[in-house]
């Protein structure tokens, strides 16, 4: 035998009777403070209102003593502030209120409830309906026509019965047809975010696709043809073959580079943004590199070893930027890399001194060279300035912090 069902009957029963409620709705006012101060207060009016008119009918037409009359008031007219926050504990109250709100009742009655009681009983029914599972509400059901069947006459059982489980029925339905409208709405939501990152993913396959036609073709161009000039002209000496195998060695380092950024750009999913990336301690090796390139460049090395890896690679673009504007705009200039670290900050400053010559102009207009500089130290909390010096050379500085006020102090 299947105990599964026997089990979910139980668990639901058990939730019904002592369980935890259900997660409360939120306000429709709640946007707006006043509005909804006014409500409650409207709402406590109400409540008042119903439980002295309950007070009265049950001092007039059931002559019951006034300590009882209070308390079938309150059990009468509690469930309506619980129905928002606490459905179950709304039906419970009811509940109790159906087992002892029918003293001194005429046996002739339809109702044995007083008329305030019926309202809530009927209000209760529906709005928990709407609330709670399919499971618990059967339950809910079966324990609400207990009351029937004890206390109303037998003529009028059936029709009292059917009323209530058609409330049930039409609460049920209200609860499908709101948890099927969420579930469209979070569908649509989710759609519109999948078509987003479509577009996004197919602009940058579209981005990585022009990278990879044109600016690799060319860039694999200089590679060849700097690797073969020495074989292809007659009489190269030494240092020229020195500076032809310097740009062979850079343009196959940035096709190196473009190749694990076509690869980010290719991707659906986060895991290629974990390739690995440059940190500070390939920062030599950079400026050997520009060296090879016909550069006189100086670094001057301050760095802690432990620096967090966005700083270390923020720092290593910085660096490598500062170095290729200075290529670009003053060649031939001696050209200074300082890193330095003072409290919980490091330092980055590339400068060249005056005299060096700009390279030809770029046919594509200015670069984001120093925009990107800036956006880099700005990501992680620090300054960029860039300008002229006065002895008429130029300087790049980042400062880029590392450790939190509390570790510096």
Request: aromatic share 6%; proline share 7%.
């Amino acid at each position: 035998m299947d105990r599964s069902p026997v089990r979910t009957a139980v668990a639901a029963l058990r939730r019904a009777v002592a369980g935890p409620d259900y997660p409360a709705i939120r306000p429709p006012l709640r946007r707006w403070p006043r509005a909804a101060a006014v409500a409650r207060t409207a709402g406590l009016l109400a409540l008042i209102g119903l439980a002295l008119i309950t007070v009265a009918f049950l001092l007039d037409e059931r002559k019951l003593p006034v300590a009882t009359a209070w308390l079938i008031a309150v059990l009468t007219v509690a469930p309506l502030p619980l129905l928002p926050s606490r459905p179950l504990w709304a039906w419970r109250v009811m509940f109790v209120g159906q087992l002892f709100g029918t003293f001194n009742r005429e046996s002739t009655q339809a109702w044995p409830w007083n008329p305030t009681q019926v309202l809530v009983i009927l209000v209760v029914l529906i709005v928990v309906a709407a609330r709670v599972d399919r499971a618990v509400l059967i339950w809910i059901g079966l324990l609400s026509l207990i009351p029937v069947w004890i206390f109303v006459p037998p003529a009028n059982q059936v029709a009292i019965c059917l009323l209530f489980v058609v409330l049930l029925i039409v609460g049920e339905l209200v609860r499908h047809n709101t948890n099927t409208r969420r579930a469209l709405a979070e569908q649509a939501e989710l759609s519109e975010l999948e078509k987003a990152r479509r577009a996004v993913l197919e602009e940058r396959t579209r981005i990585a696709r022009e990278m990879h036609d044109v600016v690799a073709h060319h860039m694999s161009m200089i590679a060849v043809q700097a690797e073969t000039a020495p074989y292809r002209l007659d009489a190269v000496p030494g240092p020229a073959r020195d500076e032809f195998a310097a740009i062979a060695d850079s343009a196959r380092a940035a096709l190196t580079d473009m190749r694990r950024l076509l690869g980010v750009l290719r991707s659906d999913t986060e895991q290629a943004g974990t390739a690995p990336q440059p940190d500070l301690p390939e920062l030599p090796a950079l400026v050997a590199a520009a060296r090879r390139a016909g550069m006189t460049v100086t670094l001057d090395d301050g760095a802690p070893a432990d620096l967090p890896a966005p700083v270390g690679l923020a720092a290593y673009r910085i660096a490598q930027e500062g170095l290729a504007n200075a290529a670009r705009h003053a060649a031939g200039a001696a050209v200074r890399v300082t890193l330095h670290a003072h409290d919980g900050r490091l330092t980055v400053r590339v400068s060249n001194a005056a005299g060096g010559a700009p390279a030809a102009a770029d046919r594509a207009g200015g670069g984001h060279g120093l925009t990107g500089m800036r956006e880099r130290s700005v990501a992680l909390g620090g300054t960029f300035t860039a300008g002229p010096r006065d002895d008429g050379g130029y300087a790049v500085e980042a400062v880029l912090p590392y450790a939190d006020e509390e570790e510096t102090s």
